[in-house]
């Protein structure tokens, strides 16, 4: 009995030691964001203080702040959206009707994922000014939407595969269209696999940070942009930042500690389920 | 089975939007990488050949920027994946809230990037008000000022703490998956616990992790908002990757024909990692006809 409580007091010890050391940043953030301008900034650090809520206010009450997140949910939402329209008709026929080439088509859309941004920057920049899309929202979601497509479509092709194909033939034997059998039956099937994908992609989305940085300005911008705007200065605003950024970062944090056992097959393609 | 059913409408949107987001800058790329193109001056437009290529190739800025490119790959990758693989075997383990050290460790993967760089800027890593000052100096250490004096090092912290939580998302359902009855085994046979790490759990995880690697590589080579906000590249070129001289050349210089040259080194460098990266994971579809 005595091994037992030895040898589980180690794994207990270290395990937690790990977790918070990982975490006191984030802990740290938070903390930041209850803290007045000047105790944000007291030597020795201060970890017992009188909590205000000023910050929040402060933050709240700016009228850009709030723009900046309502960018941020209408293009991740947008981009999700677009995304997932584009992929879920691409993913259902190459998981129930797969072809000769289908394996070549996913792993091709893999590979464009691996276009590095950077490497294309200046045309779509130039694209981008011609067309006017720059600093717009609809410029955001279209490039948003485009390069989490792959990743959306392998996700759902992995668990679109998981639906047993006969009940979809069966749906079809009573005489369903190819619409009706998508729509009525497989989607309501893999509905949880489904909002698994579309919260992979809402966070990839709006923690998207290169384009955001290079495309938008002040109309368009994200809270990825509104954050990095507090790096200019050498400014003391480290309790506003903070508690600007704990509620950047709060709903994806929340999405990501929900679904962060379907996640693995998204962020790895596939290759380790 | 695929009788009677129309493939190509539903595929075709997908496939479309990827093609034409692949090729059309891609060729632009490559187009402008062949001429003398600036913004600043976009009369003087004209063929250049090879000559900013020379230019990239034979200037100081392009190697130095290579070689933090494949420094803070390197590092970062190393870190990553030993501390996920320690945190994940440690995590594989049962111990009272396990589940709640595990929420707690794969946090900051959902950070934004600009946020946890100015965490870590500010409140953990400034020199006079950051929390590493004051434990060095209460220690009677000194200070380090990690952005001025060693910004590359400070980048592949932060990086390694966003990162790390990726490798143990990916690397504990696989060593879950490890069959029970063979750890077991392992243990009446009298195997410690290194001696299962090092002969049943590490040879487990090792293709776990050449995907872990695979993905990040990918994406550490365009690492970029963690060096806009944090050194801005510097001081001089010291935390200069290839990302930020592109982003430099053209937004700052704008010199599309140079940025466009040094975007193709990117996306030649990419492809040689993807190579592999698309090889493995295509071994995961043999099943498909």
Known sequence: ?273 | MTRGVRTKPLLAPSVAALFVWMIVPLAMTLWFSAEHYNLLAPAKRSFAGLDNYRYLLTGRALWVAMGNTLLLVGLVLAATLVFGTLFTVLLDREFPGRNVCRLLVIAPFFMMPTVSALIWKNMLMNPVFGIFAWITRSAGLGTVDFFAHMPLVAIVVIVSWEWTPFAVLILLPALQSLNKELKEAARLDGAGAVALFWHVELPHLLRPMAVVAMIETIFFLSLFAEIYVTTGGGPGLASTNLAYLIFRDALFDWDVGRASAGGMLAIVLANIVAFFLVRVVGRSLEDLP
């Open chain 1, 1 to 273: 009995m005595k091994t037992t409580w030895r040898s589980r007091l180690m794994p207990t010890l270290a395990g937690w030691t790990v977790a918070l050391a990982m975490f006191f940043p984030i802990f740290w953030m938070f903390l930041t964001g209850f803290k007045t301008e000047i105790t944000a900034v007291a030597t020795p650090p201060a970890a017992i203080f009188r909590p205000t809520l000023e910050n929040y206010s402060a933050v709240l009450q700016r009228a850009d702040y709030v723009q900046f997140a309502i960018n941020s949910v209408v293009v991740a939402l947008g981009s999700t959206l677009v995304a997932l329209m584009l992929a879920v008709p691409a993913a259902y026929s190459m998981a129930f009707f797969p072809t000769r080439r289908t394996r070549d088509i996913l792993l091709w859309m893999l590979s464009t994922k691996m276009l590095p941004a950077v490497g294309v920057l200046v045309p779509i920049y130039l694209l981008w000014r011609n067309f006017g899309l720059l600093d717009t929202r609809v410029g955001l979601v279209l490039i948003d939407s485009i390069s989490v497509l792959p990743i959306v479509v392998w996700m759902l092709f992995s668990f679109f595969r998981e639906v047993p194909s006969q009940i979809l033939e069966a749906s079809r034997m009573d005489g369903a269209t190819q619409g009706q059998e998508l729509m009525h039956v497989l989607l309501p099937l893999s509905m949880p696999g489904i909002a698994a994908t579309a919260l992979l992609s809402i966070i990839l989305c709006w923690n998207e940070a290169f384009w955001s940085l290079n495309l938008t300005t002040v109309k368009a911008a994200t809270l990825t942009a509104f954050t990095a705007s507090f790096s200019n200065p050498e400014g003391l605003f480290w309790a506003k930042l903070s508690a600007a950024s704990t509620l950047a970062i709060a709903p994806i944090l929340v999405f990501g500690w929900i679904s962060q056992r379907q996640l693995v097959r998204g962020l790895s393609f596939g290759a380790v389920k």
